[in-house]
T-cell receptor
Framework: GAGVSQSPSNKVTEKGKDVELRCDPISGHTALYWYRQSLGQGLEFLIYFQGNSAPDKSGLPSDRFSAERTGGSVSTLTIQRTQQEDSAVYLC????????????FGPGTRLLVL | GQNIDQPTEMTATEGAIVQINCTYQTSGFNGLFWYQQHAGEAPTFLSYNVLDGLEEKGRFSSFLSRSKGYSYLLLKELQMKDSASYLCAVKNTGGFKTIFGAGTRLFVKA
């Protein structure tokens, strides 16, 4: 597609359930990022992929969070045993990687944990 | 530690000029970004500075001083549609980790 897409756009879940968020980056972009943005706050870095590997996982808040990327394209962010404090907008971005700097953001997934 | 500071809110008048400042202390530096984010939408790229000086792009300009850990975004001929949050972000050396500030909410009034 023309831009970064994310699904679902909105997700409401109950505390304790697992959720999976998906990101489709711009074709040809080797770098992919996940961020979290709470209401009225800045972006919190979670993880970044270069190809299928994740050299920097330092932003993942706890071991309930994990992410993978396959085929150098689609990425999924999984949150296990969701907690209310996980409620936020989860943004995915992609960039060309070494050849480019600009990150292009998807529309985000709004997660609400009840 | 790593820290990016920018004002929380600013108000300016349509047609005027506004300068949004950003100071940073980060572990290494590999470029500074400014993004615009309208309420409920994803951030969109505005500018990227890696060398000292002023980069001009239409009504928007961005300045960087690496020795001072300081940047500003200058918006000229303000329009109502410029009402948004402006995010300052710094990329660390040797990797792709990008640290974002909390953003400055700009209100443009008639």
């Amino acid at each position: 597609g023309a831009g970064v897409s994310q699904s679902p756009s909105n997700k409401v879940t109950e505390k304790g359930k697992d959720v999976e968020l998906r990101c489709d980056p711009i074709s040809g972009h080797t770098a992919l990022y996940w961020y979290r943005q709470s209401l009225g706050q800045g972006l919190e870095f979670l993880i970044y992929f270069q190809g299928n590997s994740a050299p920097d996982k330092s932003g993942l808040p706890s071991d309930r969070f994990s992410a993978e990327r396959t085929g150098g394209s689609v990425s999924t962010l999984t949150i296990q045993r969701t907690q209310q404090e996980d409620s936020a907008v989860y943004l995915c971005a992609s960039s060309l990687g070494l050849a480019g700097e600009t990150q292009y953001f998807g529309p985000g997934t709004r997660l609400l944990v009840l | 530690g790593q820290n990016i500071d920018q004002p929380t809110e600013m108000t300016a008048t349509e047609g005027a000029i506004v300068q949004i400042n950003c100071t940073y202390q980060t572990s290494g530096f590999n470029g500074l970004f400014w993004y615009q984010q309208h309420a409920g939408e994803a951030p969109t790229f505005l500018s990227y500075n890696v060398l000292d000086g002023l980069e001009e792009k239409g009504r928007f300009s961005s300045f960087l001083s690496r020795s001072k850990g300081y940047s500003y975004l200058l918006l000229k001929e303000l329009q109502m549609k410029d009402s948004a949050s402006y995010l300052c972000a710094v990329k660390n050396t040797g990797g792709f980790k990008t640290i974002f500030g909390a953003g400055t909410r700009l209100f443009v009034k008639a």
